[in-house]
């Protein structure tokens, strides 16, 4: 009698562990499913949306370069009355404070070496260091131009108000926000009709948005490099005419869906 007991209780306790582990594994199975629903019945699709930019900035760098000797005051006030007169000339051209910055302002000192060949061949007292012999100031603004029309303008006044160097005329969006959410907003769309497409081919229905993955190509600054460079007393050289031309950009959009 014992003996049947003892089985009897052995076997409901063998099904017990075999029930709970049963509902265990339903339990993790749906709940793995509830949680991660990409991993079971799901499908992405994607799509490009393109816009067209024309660029409203053209920007450029100048430089006045003063050469001299040893009175930095007077190589200050040379540079600086050259400098202010060019930038006279972009504020008469209703170019705005906030679009000219100075960028650089450098003070070197210039050297004379000394042919240490010859001094030590002859057998005289050692070669004497370098020799301070004058000083160069490099002041260097940047420049934002929003009406095209006046670049050529600018850029040839510029040269003979006493800048030496102008470089880096490149063109750029000045609001890169909104051409970017444009060609988003269409990729976006061009997806959502992508997967309906799909989905009707497919026989199932569309479920919830699991994610959006998206990636786009930057807006370049591009344009022309070196835009002129003269001495002290060269005549200048003409404006080329500036054609800004356009920049297509391109945004990427990946959506995941539930399949139902």
Known sequence: MD????????????????????????YVNSYSKAIQPASYRSFSVTAEGKVTAIPDIAQFSFSVITQGGKDISALQKENTEKTNKAIALLKAQNIEAKDIKTQSYNLEPRYQYFDCGRILASGASPCPPPE?????????????????????????????????????????????????????????????????????????????????????????????????????????????????????????????????
């Open 3 to 26: 003996n049947k007991i003892k089985i009897f209780l052995g076997t409901g306790v063998v099904a017990t562990i075999f029930i709970f582990a049963f509902g265990y594994l339903n």
């Open 132 to 260: 301070i012999v004058g000083y160069t100031i490099t002041q260097t603004v940047s420049v934002k131009i929003r009406d095209f029309a006046k670049i050529g303008i600018i850029i040839s006044g510029l040269a003979e108000s006493g800048v030496n160097t102008m470089s880096q005329l490149s063109f750029t969006i000045d609001d890169q926000t909104k051409i970017e959410n444009e060609a988003r907003a269409e990729a976006i769309s061009k997806a959502k009709a992508k997967a309906e497409e799909i989905a009707k081919a497919g026989g199932f229905k569309i479920g919830k948005l699991i994610s959006i993955e998206e990636g786009f190509s930057p807006i370049p600054f591009y344009g022309l490099t070196a835009a002129m460079e003269k001495s002290d007393g060269a005549v200048p050289v003409p404006a080329p005419s500036i054609e800004p031309g356009s920049q297509e950009v391109t945004v990427q959009a990946t959506l995941r869906y539930e399949i139902q």
